[in-house]
T-cell receptor, first 116, second 116 residues
Framework: AQTVTQSQPEMSVQEAETVTLSCTYD???????LFWYKQPPSRQMILVIR??????QNATENRFSVNFQKAAKSFSLKISDSQLGDAAMYFC?????????????FGKGTKLTVNP | AAGVIQSPRHLIKEKRETATLKCYPI?????VYWYQQGPGQDPQFLIS???????DKGSIPDRFSAQQFSDYHSELNMSSLELGDSALYFC???????????????FGPGTRLTVL
């Protein structure tokens, strides 16, 4: 079974600075998807960014980018120019590409605090 | 853009009662997933449906059942409620993964269930 590990329960960053959230995963599959979801105090789960394992190019969405290291099974999220609205719990998630196994497997989350 | 709709948003039940949670996926989405998120925990997969058939099953108690209807909405039925069932229940929807860009799971706002 796949597992996802987020080793940083909490992180903090100053407004306008950059922060990187770590995520590692364990799988025997060669093709899969990885996601970062954001959960603000409202508890809504919001997709931040996704990465297909077969793509070597790291995904980017505005101020959010990932560093995907397939051999190391690492998938970190970098937030640039941090804003107060970025404060939330961030979950890393894995999704298999095998039919009938499309569920998301989440890490325990990292709580990000943004200081003004 | 239309999002996933869940009802009710909040539900309070007594132990041993039953509860029904409803999920209306994004229009044209044919796959529905249910997740349970306990306090301070990551979301855990319960069950999923594709084209009204169960497609995957996670750690869903036997007291829970679910189905997807012809209009693709889904209902999660929970019987003999226990205190430990108090959680946030998310529904997510996606298009069957025919291509890498259509299968991202989009989450509803969740139903907060409190069992007293």
């Amino acid at each position: 079974a796949q597992t996802v590990t987020q080793s940083q329960p909490e992180m903090s960053v100053q407004e306008a600075e950059t922060v990187t959230l770590s995520c590692t995963y364990d799988t025997s599959e060669s093709d899969y998807y990885l996601f970062w979801y954001k959960q603000p105090p409202s508890r809504q789960m919001i997709l931040v960014i996704r990465q297909e394992a077969y793509k070597q190019q790291n995904a980017t969405e505005n101020r959010f980018s990932v560093n995907f290291q397939k051999a190391a099974k690492s998938f970190s999220l970098k937030i640039s120019d941090s804003q107060l609205g970025d404060a939330a719990m961030y979950f890393c998630a894995y999704r298999s590409t095998q039919g009938g196994s499309e569920k998301l497997v989440f890490g325990k989350g990292t709580k990000l605090t943004v200081n003004p | 853009a239309a999002g996933v709709i869940q009802s009710p948003r909040h539900l309070i039940k007594e132990k041993r009662e039953t509860a029904t949670l409803k999920c209306y996926p994004i229009p044209r989405h044919d796959t529905v997933y249910w997740y349970q998120q306990g306090p301070g925990q990551d979301p855990q997969f319960l069950i999923s449906f594709y084209e009204k058939m169960q497609s995957d099953k996670g750690s869903i108690p036997d007291r829970f059942s679910a189905q997807q209807f012809s209009d693709y909405h889904s209902e999660l039925n929970m019987s003999s409620l226990e205190l430990g069932d108090s959680a946030l229940y998310f529904c997510a929807s996606s298009l069957f993964p025919e291509s890498p860009f259509t299968d991202t799971q989009y989450f509803g706002p969740g139903t907060r269930l409190t069992v007293l």
